[in-house]
Each structure stands twice: as C-alpha cells, then as structure tokens.
C-alpha cells in the first residue's frame, strides 16, 4: 500500500476518540518486555512459563503483560490441559514490529538523544 493508499483509507476515526484508540494501540507497544513477548510469540505459541523463561520476570509480571496484549488484540490464548498457549493473533503484528525496528535503526542517534521520552535503557550500549 502506498503512503498515498494509506492518506486516501480512514483506518481509524481522525477524531479525538480515533487518535485516542490509536494512541492506545502504540502505548500498548511502548513496553520493552511485552516488545520482547511479542518478538517471541510472532514464531511459535508458548506457554506462561516459557515467556517468563524468555524475559526473565515473574509469573504475575509476564501474565499482566500477556493479558494486555491479549486485551489490545496483540495476543490470543488458547487453553490445552494444564498450559495456555499464548500466540501473536494477527501476522501483520511480525510486519509491524519488524517495520518499527528498522525505523528505530535508522532514527537510533535521533531517539537516543530524545530528552522528551525516558526509558530505563542506553541506547548507546544496548546490542
């Protein structure tokens, strides 16, 4: 689709409310561990236990942030016996994150130096 294409198809209400839900939609990804869930989940469904293996957090933590991505419509759980599978819902999810890497590659000076929005990383000495 071109930039053109996308001008011309009103995905979302350009309103207060439209620009709201789509605010909502980019804090739900503004989270370096559910980023992380969600680079995990784009290849395969896991289990809780799995996800906290993979981040390094407690049950609660790695649950509370499944069950907003699943609330947004990120993830979708799928109960099996014991386990939950969690699975990225949509396969546009992959595109997306891939997409925002390759901006942030390209912005990574830009965003490291950016004083308006803090998080609890060095950009300068991240991978």
Do not use: W
């Not at 289990?47 to 609660?60: A, I, P, R």
């Not at 907003?68 to 993830?75: F, K, P, Q, T």
């Not at 992959?94 to 308006?116: H, I, K, M």
């Amino acid at each position: 689709m071109t930039v053109q294409e996308v001008r011309r198809t009103v995905l979302v209400p350009t309103d207060l409310g439209g620009r709201q839900v789509l605010a909502k939609f980019f804090r739900a990804l503004g989270d370096p561990t559910r980023l992380a869930l969600l680079e995990f989940l784009v290849e395969d469904a896991h289990t809780v236990g799995e996800c906290m293996e993979h981040v390094g957090l407690s049950q609660g933590r790695v649950s509370a942030h499944l069950g907003c991505l699943a609330d947004c419509g990120y993830v979708v759980a799928r109960p099996a016996a014991r386990n939950t599978y969690y699975r990225v819902a949509d396969p546009r999810v992959a595109e997306l994150v891939l997409l925002a890497r390759s901006l942030a590659a390209d912005n990574t000076a830009a965003l490291a130096d950016c004083a308006r929005i803090d998080i609890d990383i060095d950009f300068r000495s991240a991978p």
